[in-house]
């Protein structure tokens, strides 16, 4: 079975700087996808950005970025250009493509993240 | 389209009784899920199915029964409520292709079993 560790369960960031999320998993699948979902305070589920396994190239979507490490099983997310709509719980997912058992998330238990003005 | 919906959003119980979470998509999914989100377990996953007719155990099944006679809608039941249900419950609904494997949540539910 796999894991999903986040080891930050509270973060801060001023508005406009940096903040990065970490991420590690544990597995012995090579082909599998990792995800990044924030889930703001109306609970709603948001991907924000995922990441294929089998792909070198780090993911990038707008001021999202992850540092994908495969050897050291590491995902991180780096926020850039922090802003107060990015406050917000965010969990790593991680999934292996199996198509009988619905391609189904394992989630990390999360970190706040509040972005202060 | 609506995408996933989920009802009710809010709902107290009291221990020991019984009710049904509604979980429906338009998207003509082949896949749909239950997960349930408690604090600092992020979310786990109670049941899924693959489509309609077929459904199977997550990681934490038990008190809890789905079934899927179409392929929009996938019900939750929980038959006899306890305090360790109490949670916040999403459905999610994913296609079966390859490509993005993205998952579409619903709005949740929250529940409080006293």
């Known amino acids: 079975a796999q894991t999903v560790t986040q080891s930050q369960p509270e973060m801060s960031v001023q508005e406009a700087e940096t903040v990065t999320l970490s991420c590690t998993y544990d597995?012995?699948?090579?082909?599998?996808?990792l995800f990044w979902y924030k889930q703001p305070p109306s609970r709603q589920m948001i991907l924000v950005i995922r990441?294929?396994?089998?792909?070198?190239q780090n993911a990038t979507e707008n001021r999202f970025s992850v540092n994908f490490q495969k050897a050291a099983k590491s995902f991180s997310l780096k926020i850039s250009d922090s802003q107060l709509g990015d406050t917000a719980m965010y969990f790593c997912a991680f999934m292996k493509p199996d198509y009988n058992a619905g391609n189904m998330l394992t989630f990390g238990g999360g970190t706040r993240l509040m972005v202060k003005p | 389209n609506a995408g996933v919906t989920q009802t009710p959003k809010f709902q107290v119980l009291k221990t020991g009784q019984s009710m049904t979470l509604q979980c429906a998509q338009d998207m003509n999914h082949e896949y749909m899920s239950w997960y349930r989100q408690d604090p600092g377990m992020g979310l786990r996953l109670i049941h899924y199915?693959?489509?309609?007719?077929?459904?199977d155990q997550g990681e934490v099944p038990n008190g809890y029964n789905v079934s899927r006679s179409t392929t929009e809608d996938f019900p939750l039941r929980l038959l006899s409520a306890a305090p360790s249900q109490t949670s916040v419950y999403f459905c999610?609904?994913?296609?079966?292709?390859?490509?993005?494997?993205?998952?579409?949540f619903g709005p949740g539910t929250r529940l409080t079993v006293t």
């Open positions: 597995t012995s699948e090579n082909n599998y996808y």
């Open positions: 990441q294929e396994a089998y792909k070198q």
């Open positions: 999610a609904s994913s296609y079966r292709r390859t490509g993005g494997y993205e998952q579409y």
């Open positions: 199915s693959v489509g309609a007719g077929i459904t």
